[in-house]
């Protein structure tokens, strides 16, 4: 091995067998990578969601205003917020292992994830419903729609590109905490870039995995993007 | 069609309406003028049960508003349409689609139709699929219309439905107003700030100042002859002269201004100069008011002509216009 490195002609050669003999690997941690995102983000999504909905009508200039019950959910809202991810990881294994039978995996990871970014995805949603104008919410209630149909007709539908921008927020956010999940036996990209980047000093492996998830940042980013650009 | 009687409403504890009584007959167009903040979308919410109140009685066709709650109520609204200043329509979706909304919302049969029919009567069938933020204002306040029509109200509530909107546009949207309260017999409230408004749309009107009631009554005959209060609202922009007796006249339909006043004049051989005046549309006639200044040596003799000819004057002082009015 250290041969190859003196001569420097050959050097990108080892550097591409490695890759080859990684790829599998890299693969498989891309994968779990792609997995872990997609489904926390679309737990999260849920869970967000119908906090937002019941922010929204608790509020207290809200379709049903009820303050106690919209205080309660600030707050709690508020708190999960300001857990750091890595103590939330850890803090909720006995949860995660009620909910999935174990505490290892990306399947385990999806947990935490989903935990810690339902109350962002709360609060973001909560922003696009309340940047629904006003007015057109009044002209639905002065031909007598009731508020289901207000939340189902007016209010989704007319916070729904902007709601698509913040999906793209969330998941490039969990892309990140998915990396911090990996160190805990998740997996994925930021497992593998720790694994060989850090622990074992090969740079490429690291180097690789940064790549790949800029590569997805992107993609995330662009795909929400064209969707808004549709939907607006 | 609508009975407000002894209204009071409270934000908090600051009394936004007090007192309130009005009656809004089936067909007419009533007013409801005062300056911002005065109460009047307040009160209109009242009418369709979009607000509550704390004392008096809000009557619409029929039934005790505040007696209503879930499906009754809503049922009472869609027979309520209204409309508003900045339009409220769902910008991104097209305006046969805005039409349509309250269709949907109850299920309404016939909606294609109904829809390009209402298009129709508001002018704009050609522009049925075109985005609503691509119109003009008072393309947009057409749509507002045709959709606080698309469930056959009896009553239209219009909530400063002109307010944004240029001198020009603001008259084709009145002409259109006035074209549906006669061609289909809906009763229609207008809340507005803007006087003018008011005297070329409204049968009868309620002025607001401050959530008081300050004059109610029959459009030509509030204006023709003010009360105080309501001189105070609606003022002219003449500046008075200082000597002399300025005075107002007010011709109504049947007189003719032009050879009334010659005629005073050469039958009193007195001078006078003219101060301002103007000709203004109440409904469909044309109604003027000049301003006069007289020397006051012989004001008597003026008033004393006007007394006699039946025509509506008031004395104008610099300090306060409008201290005393008669017929
Ligand atoms: N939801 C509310 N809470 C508290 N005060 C209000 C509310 N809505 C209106 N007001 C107050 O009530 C008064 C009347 O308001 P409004 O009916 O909108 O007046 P207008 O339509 O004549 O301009 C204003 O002083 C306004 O500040
Ligand atoms: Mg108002």
Redesign the interface.
Known sequence: MHETIIHLGAWAEPLWTRFLEKLPEILQATWETLDMVFLSTVFSMFFGFILAIWMIVTNPLGLRPCPAVYRVLDFVVNLLRSFPFIILLIAIIPITRFIVGTSIGSAAAIVPLTVAAAPFVARLIETCFLEV?R??I?????????NT?IIF??LI??AL?SIVLNVAVVAITLLGYSAMAGTVGGGGLGDLAVRYGYNRFQVDIMVYAVIILCILVLLIQGVCNLLYKV?? | MIHVEHLHKWYGNREVLHDINLHVSEGEIFGVVGHSGAGKSTLLRCMNGLESYQQGKVTAMGVDVASLSGTSLRKLQSSMGMIFQNFNLMARKNVFENVAFPMRLWGAPNIKERVNELLELVGLAKRAMQRVQNLSGGQKQRVGIARALALNPRVLLCDEATSALDPKTTMSILDLLDDINRNLKLTIVMVTHQMEVVKRLCHSLLMLDRGKTVASGVTEELFLSPTKEMSKMVTDEYTLLKSGTNIRLMFPRDISQQSIITHMARSLDIDFSIVGGKLERYLDDVFGFLIINVPDAHKDAVLGYLENHHLYWQVLDNEEAGSCMRR
């Open positions: 104008d007015g057109v009044e002209a639905a209630r002065s031909f007598g729609a009731s149909q007709r007016v539908p007319e590109p939907l607006r």
